[in-house]
């Protein structure tokens, strides 16, 4: 007689999928649309929501990360082709970020708030992939550089900002809609961009023959690049087509695609100027004042990119929880749970609303100085430490899952894999805190910016107000400011999170931030809430 046994592979308490989810059911994000003057975006942003959270998305986004870019130097007779063979799926993430204007709407119809609504969009379907972001966003941010050339200007904004994803190396002008990336760095330099050799020299057309090495490039399929070269004056900013308007491919090869920790759909390379031909943009030797332009969108989007996947780690360690028991009970429901999970609804938010003012700074720094000098130091101070708190979020959500957070199919490592990328780019921790101090410095208007904006707050929470005295003191005292510039900009940048969250944010949510960020003896990790807070009210908000 055959024996039986029990059944050994039973499966229960184990959490049901996270997906489909609505990316943009997110009270902080809408809220956010509405104050900052982009309520007529908002079905806009809902529908992208749904799409982005939906299963078709999100298995485009784990494709496209499974099996990443192959770089094709050469065709099967020898030619030299330079080409980047992407994952299918890649090319429907970039369609549909495309579609929705995320690379352009702002330039193509500046309507007020057109630059809150791009931000919410970008946030919300940068849920189902960050890499495809990065050349939405470098073509978001070379406009406003390439308006220094107006004839350049004049022949490719129309196309940078056309909703049309058409991929594939052909003369611009023959397309339906460009992208554009942004070749700065060398192996010798990093952010030094001044110490590059990359050299330009000018023919007799107008045109400059550029030769040089470019350490990281990202996107290098795009159809144009605004790079840095050295011309008699100075760095020199240029506009460099993939192919030429004669139709021949520029020289520009592609050496190899970086193997990097995450952004895996994304194709970074090095990349090789033997002789190719590039346009003056802006005057010669004002190359860094002209790609500034550029880097200061980018910088935008590096904290919207780190709010996006603050928030997608803050969904996921809820809906474990929520769902998950241990020891007799859900893990939401017990009490060091709740003070973990209650924390990291606390950061999401406050990097989130924080966003949000910001494009809407954006949008109004035009025709107003002084958000225009919001912009310039909340900017500064903001990229320092939201993008630095993405990866110490991402670590502490993925040990809210325990050993299922570790394991690849959750996605929790691909998100934490990704969290440090926003902290360098356009300047890692140290260039952002020392960008804040250079604001102060040569544009005093900047701290008076930042404490108008902080004190519209003042009087509604001890904590805040003893907090921006602090600030005050801190700048008072400019010995050694180099030297703690972290801890300075640090500070800047809770104060105004928490002006904004006590002004605009759920009271809970605010008292919570305000009783940990801005307290003398708030704890080193997520979870160290004191007692009296009202998690049940922070929770509720997912």
């Not at 055959?2 to 959490?15: A, D, I």
Request: some cysteine; hydrophobic content about 40%.
């Amino acid at each position: 007689m055959t024996p039986t046994f029990p059944p050994t592979h039973e499966v229960f308490n184990q959490v049901p999928d996270l997906v489909p989810y609505d990316a943009a059911d997110d009270a902080a994000l809408l809220e956010g649309l509405r104050r900052e003057g982009a309520a007529w975006a908002e079905d806009e942003v809902r529908a992208l929501g749904v799409l982005a959270g939906g299963v078709r998305a999100q298995d485009w986004g784990r494709l496209a990360n499974e099996y990443p870019p192959v770089l094709h130097t050469h065709d099967r007779y020898g030619n030299r082709v330079d080409e980047v063979e992407f994952h299918p799926h890649w090319h429907d993430l970039m369609t549909v970020a495309v579609e929705h204007g995320l690379h352009g709407a702002p330039w193509r119809d500046p309507r007020p708030g057109a630059h809150v609504a791009r931000a919410a969009k970008f946030y919300t379907w940068g849920q189902a992939d960050a890499g495809h972001m990065c050349p939405i966003s470098m073509t978001y941010a070379a406009i406003p550089a390439l308006r220094h050339n107006p004839e350049l200007a004049d022949r490719y904004e129309p196309l940078l900002a056309a909703p049309h994803y058409d991929f594939g190396l052909r003369e611009p002008s023959s397309k339906r809609g460009l992208i554009a990336g942004m070749s700065m760095t060398e192996k010798q330099g990093g952010s030094d961009v001044r110490a590059n050799t990359t050299t330009a020299t000018e023919n007799a057309d107008g045109s400059y023959t550029i030769v040089g090495h470019k350490w990281f490039t990202s996107a290098p399929m795009s159809d144009l690049f605004l790079t840095l070269a050295q011309t008699e004056h100075g760095p020199s900013c240029f506009l460099l087509p993939r192919v030429l308007p004669d139709g021949t491919r520029n020289r520009i090869h592609i050496q190899r695609l970086k193997d990097k920790l995450g952004n895996k759909s994304n194709a970074s390379s090095e990349i090789e100027y033997q002789g190719a031909t590039g346009w003056l943009v802006g005057p010669e030797g004002r190359g860094v004042a002209t790609i500034i332009e550029m880097v200061n969108m980018t910088r935008l989007d590096c904290v919207i990119g780190s709010s996006t996947g603050i928030r997608m780690a803050t969904l996921r360690a809820v809906h474990h929880a929520r769902h998950r028991k241990a020891f007799g009970a859900l893990l939401i429901d017990q009490p060091l749970m709740r003070n973990v999970l209650a924390d990291l609804v606390v950061e999401s938010e406050a990097a989130t609303t924080m966003m949000m003012r910001l494009a809407g700074a954006t949008d109004r720094a035009t025709g107003d100085p002084q958000e225009a000098a919001l912009r310039r130091i909340a900017l500064a101070v903001t990229k320092y430490w939201v993008c630095k708190r993405a990866p110490v979020h991402a670590a502490e959500a993925l040990e809210c899952l325990g050993g299922n957070g570790y394991a690849e199919e959750s996605g929790m490592p691909r998100l934490f894999r990704e969290s440090p990328l926003m902290s360098i780019w356009e300047g890692s921790g140290n260039v952002a805190a020392l960008d804040a101090l250079r604001a102060m410095i040569k544009q005093p208007d900047t701290v008076e910016a930042f404490f108008a904006e902080a004190r519209l707050a003042e009087g509604a929470d001890r904590r805040l107000d003893d907090a921006i005295s602090r600030v005050g003191k801190e700048l008072t005292d400019l010995e050694n400011v180099e030297y703690r510039a972290r801890r300075v900009v640090e500070l800047m940048a809770l104060v105004l999170q928490g002006a904004q969250l006590v002004r605009h944010g759920h009271p809970a949510v605010a008292d919570a931030f305000c009783a940990s960020r801005l307290d003398r003896d708030w704890g080193i990790a997520l979870g160290t809430l004191p007692t009296g807070i009202d998690t049940a009210g922070i929770l509720s908000r997912l």
